[in-house]
């Protein structure tokens, strides 16, 4: 198993260490490239230490660049890393808490906006349909190359393409850019994240690990855009920066994947950033560093304008302040299991985790934060918690209007808004609620991911019954609702998966998948008329949602209501869009 030993450093000494001399400073590059990697461990590369060598790609890029050896993120979920990578935002202010549940705001200034105000010519290619552009990341871009909607499903799982049809996409787009003007290109690759299905070939380079086989197979994708990046010589004259949303679990501390605790596991991230001119190649820096500074970096080092009322900061050609710390939180125990939130701050003293079981770690000197060391230092715990309230206190960006205001206004028409969810506000990150700390819930987390096991199987009964034990014994635990749902649909019993999806729209998060789900249900017991309320709801929330729009139009001609089913059926999207 990969080790989080690999990633600690003997003290935490902010000089960094040079493997060579810069050469003399160069003009700003033209053009920015952003990769990131998904769900990757700090310690699976090999600039990291990892000691099977699957990276060469990304090693080749740290030796040319700086490897920032401290960089976390700022929440262990897709969305809210990279809504604060585009924004230089932490999560409280950007205001994405969760994967799916909400979308940036428009109001949000996103790098992209910020280059495509500048001239740039700005592309993204993304893996996941939890960067789908329904949930905000599309602003400011010229080209947004996601997943197919017609591949949005209803299941829990996560919709996804390969590293390498991603990479082919992004090669498509290098090739045919205007070469006379800059460019910022986004390409996002999704493959260490579960479920593993590496190819074959990786899986004996990794020494016979699912994971680390699928971050070689993403490292020999990389290595295919950044080669044709240096052979038309964009590359030297392009700013890169590779970076991780997200680490993964395996294992440690009880989580096998990523989102519920804060454990440096998943919150410690790789970051390499190359400078086209050389400069400070080779250097490992000690410094903290946080992907909200990705934002920041870009629009210094491209000479965007001032970078504004930000959360991160630059790292273009300097070193970062001693005293720096940064901010991180996981609301996923709360939003999906009734667990407090965590929220904390990192520096290099220490790093504190807020929740209703407060814990202060020293991941320098112990890096298996085994040992919660509060007691030890109230002082500095309270130090910490004055940090946090001072994000908390931030303004946060202003809700903004719908993708498609004329789509809603056809939906809303059909006279069934809001069809039931629960949309609270959240609780601040230093708010008592009175629920426990996910950390010492590892157990209930484990026996969540064996049920989804015994599905996997296989033993679907098995899993059912497993699901709702956990329901039972926490009425709050939403996964468990989720995936209960789902298997019961997937059982043949949608009957008894109604109760169960609207018992999980009682305590939220509300989805669209949720309503969808339940939608099907109603249709298909002869509840027409709140199905119908149900798919409504699921274009309120996500005006792109495919599959919802093509079921709500087919109950709509089923009930004799054509004209209405007619107008939406123009808001369906091209084949292949």
Not at 8 to 23: K, M, Y
Request: glycine letters at 8%; one cysteine or more.
């Amino acid at each position: 198993m990969i080790s989080s030993t690999a990633l600690a450093a003997p003290a935490f000494v902010f000089a960094t260490l040079a493997l060579g001399c810069s050469p003399p400073r160069a003009e700003r590059p033209r053009s920015a490239l952003l990769l990131t990697l998904d769900t990757t461990r700090a310690d699976a590369l090999g600039c990291y230490g990892e000691p099977h060598g699957v990276t060469p790609n990304l090693d080749r890029l740290e030796a040319e660049g700086v490897c920032y050896r401290w960089a976390r993120t700022t929440a262990p979920a897709t969305a809210p890393a990279h809504a604060s990578m585009l924004t230089g935002l932490y999560p409280p202010r950007h205001t994405v808490r969760d994967n799916s549940s909400s979308a940036l705001p428009s109001s949000a200034v996103t790098l992209a906006e910020r280059a495509r105000e500048h001239g740039l010519q700005t592309a993204a290619f993304v893996a996941a349909t939890v960067l789908d552009r329904t949930f905000g990341l599309a602003q400011g871009f010229e080209v947004y190359d996601q997943v197919s909607r017609a591949r949005q499903g209803s299941g829990p799982i996560y919709p996804s393409r390969p590293a390498n049809e991603v990479v082919d996409a992004a090669l498509a787009w290098v090739r045919s850019r205007d070469r006379e003007r800059p460019f910022f290109l986004w390409v996002h690759l999704f493959d260490p994240h579960q479920p593993l299905r590496a190819p074959e070939e990786f899986i004996a380079l990794a020494g016979g690990r699912p994971y680390l086989a699928e971050v070689a197979f993403m490292d020999r994708e990389l290595g295919r855009l950044l080669e044709a990046l240096r052979e038309d010589g964009a590359l030297e004259e392009t700013l890169v920066i590779a970076l991780a949303d997200h680490g993964e679990g395996l294992g440690e501390h009880g989580e096998d994947t990523h989102g519920s605790f804060c454990f440096d596991s998943t919150l410690r991230v790789p970051l390499i950033v190359r400078d086209p001119s050389g400069q400070r190649a080779g250097e490992r820096s000690q410094e903290l560093a946080s992907v909200a500074d990705v934002y920041p970096t870009v629009v210094e080092a491209l000479a965007l304008g001032e970078t504004g009322d930000v959360d991160g900061e630059s790292l273009w050609r300097r070193e970062l302040s001693e005293d720096r710390g940064v901010y991180f939180e996981s609301y996923y125990g709360y939003l999906h299991y009734g667990w407090s939130p965590l929220a904390g701050w990192a520096d290099r003293f220490g790093k504190y985790v807020h929740s209703s079981d407060p814990e202060l770690f020293d991941p320098a000197r112990k890096p298996k934060e085994g040992q919660n060391l509060l007691a030890q230092a109230p002082e500095r715990a309270a130090a910490y918690r004055e940090r946090i309230a001072e994000v908390a206190a931030r303004a946060a960006l202003p809700a903004g209007e719908a993708l498609d205001p004329a789509l809603l206004a056809s939906v809303r028409q059909l006279g069934y808004t809001d069809a039931g969810g629960a949309r609270g506000t959240l609780p601040g990150p230093l708010e008592d609620t009175g629920l426990p700390s996910p950390h010492a819930r590892a157990e209930e987390l484990r026996r969540a991911a064996e049920a989804l096991r015994a599905a996997e199987s296989g033993d679907r009964e098995g899993a059912i019954a497993r699901l709702r034990e956990l329901a039972r014994e926490n009425p709050r635990n939403s996964f468990a609702l989720e995936y209960l749902g789902f298997y019961l649909i997937d059982a043949g019993q949608p009957g008894e998966a109604i109760p169960v999806l609207e018992g999980l729209l009682a305590i939220g998060p509300e989805r669209a998948s949720t309503h969808l789900n339940l939608g099907y249900c109603l249709q298909a017991t002869g509840q027409d008329e709140r199905a119908i309320a149900q798919f409504a709801r699921v274009i309120e929330l996500d005006p792109l949602h495919v599959e919802g729009l093509q079921n709500l139009i087919t109950v709509l001609e089923r009930n004799g209501r054509g004209v209405e089913a007619a107008e939406l059926r123009k808001r369906l999207p091209r084949a292949g869009s």
